[in-house]
């Protein structure tokens, strides 16, 4: 089974920062790995297919980049709705998630 | 707009049973490949099953192979999940969920997702 290591658990930023996910597999994936977003409450959101393709009305400071076994997901600036949690998955083999990174306000 | 609305979750014994149903609407049900994933109550996400647009191929994570089994009745736009063999650790909030791709290829990646419904297993 693939595993997906998220880091840092948590990142504490301001509105307005950049914010840097990192997602880390323990075998290659090729270019088949999603991000989601979950807020509190809710579903997970599709943000980011195939490492750097935005899902339809995802907003454009959302950018998903990497190949391969490290993969990055970044928020140009960061928006008061984009305080979440956020996961990446693979499909290459099966399909497994990551644990998770906390994005909080500082 | 698409919309997923679950149903089925409980309260069941281990070596239990429990079906989940899964309501589709909004998009057109027979062209696209559907999944399942649960959480854990306050932890991450664990892909479940998935079964491709036509009903012919199905897939599922090895820790729930044997005991789960999906399926899909198209006239009704309803996906389904048979869970048999009920234990504690299955204990979860069961999501179906659209794949993000259209047609006979699954993309297993999923762009529309219901509210969930949450199954406990305990005695």
């Known amino acids: 089974e693939i595993v997906l290591t998220q880091s840092p658990a948590t990142l504490s930023l301001s509105p307005g920062a950049r914010a840097t996910l990192s997602c880390r597999a323990s075998q290659s994936v090729s270019s088949f790995l999603a991000w989601y977003q979950q807020k509190p409450g809710q579903s997970p959101r599709l943000l980011i297919y195939?490492?750097?393709n935005r899902a339809p009305g995802i907003p454009a400071r959302f950018s998903g980049s990497g190949s391969g076994t490290d993969f990055t997901l970044t928020v140009s600036s960061l928006e008061p709705e984009d305080f979440a949690v956020y996961y990446c998955q693979q499909r290459s083999s099966s399909l497994t998630f990551g644990g998770g990174t906390k994005v909080e306000i500082k | 707009e698409v919309q997923l609305l679950e149903s089925g979750g409980g309260l069941v014994q281990p070596g239990g049973s429990l079906r989940l149903s899964c309501e589709a609407s909004g998009f057109d049900f027979n062209n696209y490949a559907m999944t399942w994933v649960r959480q854990l109550p306050g932890k991450g996400l664990e892909w479940v099953a998935s079964?491709?647009?036509?009903?012919?191929?199905?897939y599922y994570a090895n820790s729930v192979k044997g005991r789960f089994t999906v399926s899909r009745d198209t006239p009704k736009n309803t996906l389904y999940l048979q869970m048999d063999s009920l234990r504690a650790e299955d204990t979860a909030l069961y999501y179906c969920a659209k794949d993000h791709m259209e047609g006979v290829t699954i993309s297993f990646y999923c762009d529309y997702w219901g509210q969930g419904t949450l199954v406990t297993v305990s005695s």
């Open positions: 195939d490492a750097s």
């Open positions: 079964i491709s647009a036509g009903g012919d191929s199905t």
